[in-house]
């Protein structure tokens, strides 16, 4: 029996609970128990449930025979150092494979329900099962694994939202380029950050990971869901759910189109997180030039006055990269949005570069003028910008000697001046009001010029076939 001490925490953990959340986790502990067999029943001695890690790696068969199971091998492995590694005061199970119902219980409360402090504890015996100094190896292992268990977990519960990884980039780059963006928060004692090769083989103490932990909230936020999703426990209800609401935002207009976004799912959420609150439930996807043909016209057709929006980029060296656009596009041969928007870069590495006060060219958007340059823009100043695409439709820059002035980033670019091989824009958020009046003039008939345009390159007037549907309902995986 435990001491009184020991079964008073183990209440405290119960405690935080809702009782049909500890039904939640009764269930899913019985199940396990159940799957570890009759490995206590020898000499017909009546034995307290247990788990071991067979069961949690068995857990495939009962989710579904099948399909695979809803949580990869080494997450599964870590998952259950984890458990082990909690210790029951006065047990002398301290060393057992077996997980006892407590350990169980303490495990789901201090990761799912815990502060930062109980958090970190399990975690670090997650990435290492012994005691002491971690290599950044280890850290990057941890990493890599808890993104492609988070992808991997959402697509297997069909809760990617309308994203699939057929009509996303390759997750496995993606989730490499997330994790060393996260590990990049990763510092010495001393507060020096290392860097590329060196951070793989540097060691590091604990308190230098419980410090990592604290300042990249992806960490604890992936690990909540991983388990709430893989082990499928604390799901029903609503409230619980809000770490998933907008991790990743509902895709509209990619289904039926054949077509593969240019982002990968790590890169989504980790761009999504860096957008406004309000934004991050849906993206619409506005104008694709692998769908709606490589012309500035029609991508200025496509992209006026439809709200917030990101623009991805991708050159002809395979970068790629793009900007959020805080209000909705116009051609007003002036700078507008504001401090809200920023540039990132999705290929070769992942980052998000937001203002820097120092002026306020946010964005830039030009059609059909002979004074100033036509294009489309973001940061910097004309002829210098962080991001440009030119209205000579294939030509691009991104200028940063050595940073852009306005959002601090490099050259998001291979080369200064690059050639485009793909464009893609969505919008993000609800449809501003001035998009969904039935019958409100699109910009082709506000800009005779640019309708002039249009006749005059012998393109038929696509804005009328492509006023898609405000909504088109594209739910589902």
Not at 267 to 290: D, G, M, T
Not at 338 to 344: E, M, S, W
Not at 354 to 378: A, S
Not at 447 to 458: C, I
Request: overall charge negative; hydrophobic content about 35%.
């Amino acid at each position: 029996k435990m001491g009184n001490a020991e079964s008073n925490t183990y209440q405290n953990h119960l405690s935080r609970f809702l009782p049909e959340e500890q039904t939640d986790i009764d269930e899913m502990f019985d199940t396990l128990s159940g799957l570890s067999g009759a490995a206590g029943a020898k000499n017909g001695k009546a034995t307290k449930k247990t788990v071991t890690l067979a069961a949690l790696q068995a857990r495939k068969s009962i989710t579904s025979a099948y399909m695979r199971e809803p949580l990869p091998e080494q997450m599964t492995v870590r998952l259950y150092n984890g458990m082990k590694s909690i210790d029951l005061t006065g047990k002398s199970s301290g060393a057992s494979e077996q997980i006892a119902k407590e350990q169980f219980v303490i495990f789901m409360s201090n990761l799912l329900k815990g502060n930062a402090d109980e958090k970190i504890t399990i975690i670090t015996k997650m990435i290492s099962k012994t005691e002491g100094p971690v290599k950044g190896k280890q850290i990057q292992e941890f990493t890599e694994d808890l993104i492609m268990s988070l992808v991997h977990v959402l697509n297997y519960r069909k809760e990617l939202k309308g994203w699939n990884l057929e009509n996303t980039r390759d997750s496995a780059s993606g989730a490499k380029a997330l994790a060393s963006q996260l590990l990049s928060e990763l510092k010495f004692a001393g507060g020096k950050n290392p860097v590329g090769p060196q951070l793989l083989e540097a060691t590091f103490e604990q308190s230098a990971i419980e410090d990592w932990v604290y300042r990249v909230p992806q960490i604890s936020t992936f690990l909540s869901v991983v388990i709430r999703q893989g082990f499928h426990v604390l799901h029903s209800l609503p409230d619980q759910t809000t770490d998933i609401v907008n991790l990743v935002p509902d895709c509209k207009g990619l289904k039926g189109r054949g077509l593969t976004s240019l982002l990968d799912i790590p890169s989504i959420i980790y761009v999504n997180s860096h957008l406004p609150a309000e934004l991050q439930q849906k993206w619409r996807l506005l104008f694709s030039s692998r769908v709606h043909g490589e012309s500035f016209t029609q991508l200025c057709g496509h992209i006026v006055n439809k709200g917030p929006c990101i623009v991805i980029l991708k050159d002809l060296d395979g970068y790629i990269f793009g900007g959020f656009a805080s209000h909705s596009w116009e051609t007003l041969f002036l700078f507008a949005g504001d401090n809200r928007c920023f540039l990132f870069s999705v290929f070769p590495s992942l980052a998000v570069y937001t203002c820097t006060g120092y002026n306020d060219h946010y964005m830039y958007l030009n059609h059909g003028q002979q004074t100033m340059p036509n294009g489309l823009g973001m940061g910097g100043q004309h002829d210098y910008f962080g991001l440009w695409v030119d209205s000579d439709y294939g030509k691009g820059h991104s200028k940063a000697k050595p940073r852009c002035t306005t959002y601090n980033s490099p050259q998001l670019s291979a080369k200064e001046n690059f050639t485009l091989d793909a464009v893609e824009v969505w919008a993000v958020g609800d449809l501003p009001e001035s998009a969904v009046i039935k019958g409100k003039k699109s910009i082709l008939d506000v800009d005779p010029e640019a309708q002039a345009l249009l006749e005059m390159t012998g393109k038929t007037r696509h804005s009328d076939g492509l006023r898609e549907p405000v909504e088109d309902d594209d739910d589902g995986n």
